[in-house]
C-alpha cells in the first residue's frame, strides 16, 4: 500500500453523559475528556449528551489548538447534545430534528425534551469530501416491553433518509453516535441496509476493548447494574459506521474502546464507553459503483418487518388520540352541565344550591384541567399518527420500489 | 433548438385554502380543481393547504389517470398541507419540518399547528433527475410589525440549506409554493442568494396574467380587500424557482397565473391565484460551472441582514423566555406561601382562619395554573431561543465562509 496517497484518519465518539446536576462528577469528566482529547490528538471527535453550553464552551477553549474547529448543535428545550470538534476546517452544517421522540409528560425519561436530532458537518480533508453525521436516538427503558420502539423506528428510518438524501455529493460518508440499538435489532439494520453503511466493529482489522465492542458494560462504574442483568457481557449502542460513496475505499484499520474506565485512570469517561477507530481512505483507479446501487436482497424483509412495528405503534398512538379526545369531551360536558346548574340557580329555578360553593368550584377547576391536559394530549396523539402513518407510507413505498426493481436499487 | 433534445415541462402551483369548515365553497373549489388538472394535463402539481387527508384523497382518486403518482407530507396537527401529483413516476421523497413555526398560544394565527415543512419529491424524467421541493412559509399577518419575520427567516434559511445539502446528485431544482414574502423581502433574496435558484416569472419569455405576477389579488372575490389596500395590484407571494446544477439548462418559455377567477368560471380556484410555469430543459455540451460556484457578491450583504432581524428576534425571545419563567417562579412561590399558610392553620398556629376557604382554594388553582402555564411557555420560548442562536450561529459561519473565499462559495 505505500507511495500510494492514503489517508489516515482517526475517530473518536463518546455519549458523554454529561447532565446538569445529574450526571456523577461531571466536571471531573468533562475535565477528563478534554485533557485525553489534547493528548490523543484525534483528527475528528463526535459527542453526545453535551447538554450544558458551558461544558461545551470549556471543551471548545481546552481543545482549540488541537481541534480548532468545532459546532455545536442546538435544538429542543435542553438542546441536542451534539457537538463535533475537528482538526480540518468544517465547510457546512445542517440539523435534522426527528419528528417523533417520545412523550413530553414522560417526565422521568426526558428524551423529548431534548430534541433528538442528527447533525451533519461537512469537511474536505486532502480533497475528499467528508460527510459525518452524529446523532443520538432515543433510549431503550425496558428491552421487553419497548413503548419506544416505534418512535426509535422511526428516528432510524429518518436518519437514513436523511443521510441517503444529503451524501449525494459525499466522497465519504462517517456516522458515530449513540443508537440505542443492539447490532441485531431490526433499527440498525434498516438503517444500514438501507444506507450501505459498513460496521466499524465488524470491519475493523484489529479490535482492542470490550468483548463484543460493548459499550455499555458493567466494569463501568456509573452503569446501571440491574438493567444489564441480562446482559453479563454488556452491550454495544455506540457505533461508527461509514461508507465510501465514489471512487474511493475506507478500511477500518484499528477499532478501540475503553474499558470501564479512561486510559490511566481510575475513572471512567461516562457511564458510555469510548469507541475510537483508525479509518484508511484510499482513493480507487475506478469508481466504486458496487458499493452504491446494489442493496441487501433481505432489505426487504427488514423494511416490512420495521413497518410491521411501526404500524403496531401507530394503531397504539391511534388509541390513545381516541381515549385522550373522548376525555377531552366528558371534561366538556361537566363544564358545561355545571354552567346550566350554575346558571339555573342564579336564575332562582332551583329551590336550592344542589352541592356545596367549594366543592362545586373545585369540581370545575378540576374539569377544566382535565380539558387542557386531555386536549394537549389529544393534540399529541394527533400529531404522533400523522408521523408514523407518514414513515408507514414512505416504508410501503420503498418496499414496492424494491419489489418493481430488486436489482437496481 | 429544433432536433437538440428538449424536455417541455409544464408545472401547476397552487396555494388551494382548503380549511375544513373555515374556507369558503372548499368542495366546489377542489372540485374545480380537480376537473382543471384533468383536462389542462400539466406535467406536475404542486399544491398547497390540502389540510384534510379527504380532499387528497378524492383529488388523488380523480387524477390517477393523468397523474398517477402524487405524495401527501403529513406533519402537525392539522398536517403540512403540502401535495404533490405528477405524469412521472416519483422515486423518494423526505420531509423537513422547520423548526421554528410561530407560537401555539397565537389561536387566531393557527400557523403552529400546521407543522409547517418542505416536502422534497426526487424523480426522474427522460434520464433528467428533478428533485422537487414544495413549501408553505409562516403567514405575514401585519407587514409593518411582522413579528414573526425572525420565524420566517429561520424557515427560509432552513429551506435554503435543506435544498443545497439535498440536491447535490439532481441535475435540475424546482421550488414551488407560497414562500409568504414579497419579491423584495430578505428572505426571498436569502434563499435565492444562497441556493442560486431563479425565479420563473423574472425569466418568463413570455408571460400572462396578474400585473407583475401577483398572487394574491383584489380581483379574487376571496381576499381580504382591507389588507390588500397598501397594494391595489395585489402581492406576489407563490413562487415557482428553479435552476439547473449540472450540465443542463433551464428556461422558462411561459409563466402565466390564474386572474381573479379560475378559467372558464366564474369563482376563483383559491384566494390565491395559481402560477403555471412552461419550462424548458435542455441538456448542454459542457457542465455549466459558472451556475454553481458563484455566489452573488451582494449574498453577505443579504446574509448580515437577515442575521440582524434573527438577532433582534433572538433577543425578543430571551425576553419572553425571562418574563414566563418569572412568571413561574412567582406562582410557585404564591403556591409554597399558601401550602404554609394552610399547615400553619391546620398546626393550629394561626389563630383562625385566614381567608375565607373559597378564595383561599381559587388563589391556589390560579396560581397552580398560571404555574403550569408559565412554565410550558418558559420551555417554548427556550426552544425558540436554541433554533434562533443556531440559526445565528450558522449564519455568522456562512459570512465567515463568504469573506474568506469570496469567489470559492
Redesign the interface.
Known amino acids: 500500500m505505500e507511495g500510494e496517497p492514503t489517508l489516515r484518519l482517526r475517530i473518536f465518539n463518546l455519549n458523554c453523559w454529561a447532565i446538569r446536576y445529574l450526571s456523577k462528577r461531571r466536571q471531573q469528566r468533562v475535565r477528563l475528556i478534554g485533557d485525553t482529547l489534547c493528548q490523543e490528538g484525534f483528527d475528528l471527535v463526535l459527542l453526545q449528551e453535551v447538554w450544558s453550553e458551558q461544558d461545551y464552551s470549556e471543551l471548545k477553549a481546552k481543545l482549540a489548538g488541537s481541534y480548532p474547529f468545532s459546532h455545536y448543535?442546538?435544538?429542543?428545550?435542553i438542546?441536542s447534545g451534539l457537538c463535533v470538534f475537528s482538526r480540518f476546517p468544517?465547510?457546512?452544517?445542517?440539523?435534522?430534528?426527528y419528528?417523533l421522540n417520545g412523550y413530553p409528560y414522560m417526565l422521568q425519561h426526558g428524551d423529548w425534551?431534548c430534541?433528538k436530532s442528527v447533525g451533519?458537518v461537512?469537511m474536505k480533508i486532502s480533497g475528499i469530501i467528508f460527510n459525518v453525521y452524529v446523532t443520538h436516538l432515543h433510549a431503550e427503558y425496558c428491552r421487553d416491553k419497548d413503548a419506544y420502539l416505534p418512535h426509535r423506528l422511526v428516528q432510524a428510518w429518518e436518519l437514513a433518509?436523511?443521510i441517503?438524501?444529503?451524501s449525494?455529493?459525499a466522497d465519504v460518508v462517517l456516522l458515530g453516535g449513540d443508537l440505542n440499538m443492539h447490532p441485531e435489532d431490526v433499527g440498525i439494520r434498516l438503517l444500514r441496509g438501507w444506507t450501505g453503511l459498513q460496521d466499524a466493529f465488524a470491519e475493523a482489522m484489529r479490535f482492542e476493548g470490550c468483548k463484543n465492542g460493548c459499550t455499555l458494560v458493567p466494569d463501568n462504574c456509573f452503569t446501571d447494574k440491574s438493567e444489564l442483568l441480562p446482559f453479563p457481557l454488556g452491550i454495544r449502542i455506540d457505533y461508527i459506521l461509514y461508507k465510501a460513496i465514489s471512487s474511493f475505499t475506507v478500511k477500518c484499520e484499528e477499532l478501540k474502546t475503553t474499558t470501564g474506565r479512561a486510559p490511566g485512570t481510575d475513572i471512567p469517561f461516562s457511564d458510555h464507553e469510548a469507541v475510537m477507530a483508525t479509518l484508511h481512505i484510499q482513493r480507487q483507479g475506478q469508481p466504486a459503483g458496487a458499493t452504491l446501487g446494489t442493496p441487501d436482497p433481505a432489505l426487504a424483509d427488514v423494511v416490512a418487518e420495521a413497518r410491521a412495528e411501526v404500524g403496531a405503534g401507530l394503531r397504539a398512538a391511534r388509541q390513545q388520540r381516541y381515549s385522550s379526545g373522548r376525555m377531552a369531551v366528558l371534561a366538556l360536558l361537566l363544564l358545561l352541565l355545571q354552567a346550566a346548574a350554575a346558571l339555573a340557580t342564579l336564575a332562582g329555578l332551583g329551590a336550592e344550591q344542589p352541592f356545596p360553593?367549594?366543592s362545586f368550584?373545585?369540581l370545575a377547576?378540576l374539569a377544566l384541567?382535565v380539558l387542557i391536559l386531555a386536549t394537549g394530549l389529544h393534540?399529541f396523539h394527533?400529531?404522533e399518527v400523522?408521523?408514523l402513518?407518514?414513515t408507514e407510507?414512505?416504508m410501503w413505498?420503498m418496499l414496492r420500489?424494491l419489489q418493481e426493481r430488486p436489482s437496481e436499487g
Open positions: 448543535f442546538r435544538s429542543g428545550v438542546g468544517i465547510l457546512d452544517t445542517l440539523l435534522y430534528q419528528s425534551f430534541g451533519l461537512v433518509q436523511f441517503r438524501h444529503t449525494k455529493a360553593k367549594l368550584c373545585l377547576f384541567g393534540l394527533t400529531m400523522k408521523m402513518h407518514g407510507d414512505q413505498m420500489a
